[in-house]
């Protein structure tokens, strides 16, 4: 390992990273497994196993657990709490990425929020 990464060593730690099916989410969830942490993935289309990200972070050496979890329902969140606590209890790393984004034309933006 090259002696600035040893001085960033996330080692032995444990990261949760929300929204980490594609984009920024599984780019920070790869730099961390990187760096050494174990990944909790969650997303709420993210498959249980086999995703994509899990074989990458898997491929550097590091664990992965996927979860399932639409962030928007209070329900499913508590759910995944309280699953997410009963499988590690201890989290070092929490980086909250999760979102929608509302993809409109511009006359459809203008209707909806009264934007001129």
Do not use: W
């Not at 499913?76 to 929490?94: E, M, Q, S």
């Amino acid at each position: 390992m090259n002696k600035m990464f040893e001085k960033f060593s996330l080692e032995g730690k444990v990261a949760l990273v929300t929204g980490c099916k594609r984009g920024i989410g599984k780019g920070i969830a790869l730099g961390l497994a990187e760096a050494g942490a174990d990944i909790i993935g969650v997303s709420a289309s993210l498959e249980l196993e086999g995703s994509d990200v899990e074989k990458e972070v898997k491929a550097l050496g590091k664990n992965f657990k996927g979860y399932q979890c639409d962030f928007g329902d209070r329900d499913a969140l508590y759910t995944f709490i309280k699953a997410v606590k009963a499988d590690f209890p201890k989290i070092d790393i929490l980086v909250n990425n999760a979102g929608t984004i509302l993809r409109a034309h511009r006359l459809s933006t203008v209707m909806i929020f009264g934007i001129r």
